[in-house]
């Protein structure tokens, strides 16, 4: 650290770009991840940022900044500093017990919200709910259903409950701590709506990952060819999924095939489509259940 560091006074524009800078070797947009820190720091906004630019920082404030860059210098996931993650417009609290929300998982929730908008009221479950993503913007939008919340790790299952709790949205939704669908098979739940964001990367894949340094591998690693988790769900899923049901499943970009032919076997006869993500790779498997293909014998 350079000698004179930190200054005893120094102001808001000066602190941004120095840590603009900084934060260049790490970051893809440095600028709004300086903004983003510092405004945790001061509990402002952005806006705030941008507006007083003059503003001198005390002593303090500027150590607590430098701390959150120099955490970030050294590759923890913004996220897990600041404790904040946007998804679909909500704010969600995550820390490293549980997977920061992607956009692209929003795409599985807009299926799922698009299915239930069409159908009257019913139960909705998210297994591997970790931050409570799915579980907890599904059950404000659609208020009338019931939702269930499953997750092996206690953990992560707190935290969808502080989120839950968040968005007033707590008593809708029943936490269970478990294996996949073992805990609904038990109670027993009829879904009619089974959204799953399990993990799906490959064991070899997600030890070389760079995200695994800080997320945890329970909520990435799918086993020797990332199919193991999803494989025992569709497994099950006959026996937990309601006639006219959905599941909804996410996925690595070139598991498509092998899915197909997994949920084919499982649930003959189901309408089975790929859905792509914004940058055009396949990413969400979606699966409706007919009542004729229910019907049907299995073989
Ligand atoms: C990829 S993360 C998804 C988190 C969240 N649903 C999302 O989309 O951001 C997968 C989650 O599955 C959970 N998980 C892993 N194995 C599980 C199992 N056997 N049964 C239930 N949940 C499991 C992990 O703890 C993790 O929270």
Redesign the pocket.
Known sequence: MASGWPPRSMRISGALQRARERLAAVADSPGAEAQTLLAAVLGVDRVYLLTHPERSLTPTQIAAFETLVTRRMGGEPLPYITGSRA?FDRDFFVNPA?????PE?EL?LEAALEYASERAPAIAV??????????VTFAALHLDWQVYA????PA?LAVAQHNAERCGVAERIKFVE???L?PLLDAPVRADLI??????IPSAITAALDVSRHE?T???DGGADGLA?IR?LLDRAPDVLALDGLLLL?MQYDQGAALTALAESALPGAQIDILRDYAGHERIVRIGQTKRATQAPRL
Not at 98 to 102: N, Q, S
């Open positions: 998804f549980v997977l920061i929300p992607r998982t599985l998210d297994i591997g709910t970790g931050s409570g993503a799915l579980a499953v997750d092996v790790s992560a478990g294996d996949l073992a959204m799953a964001n399990l993990p799906y945890p329970l909520a990435l988790l025992r996410e």
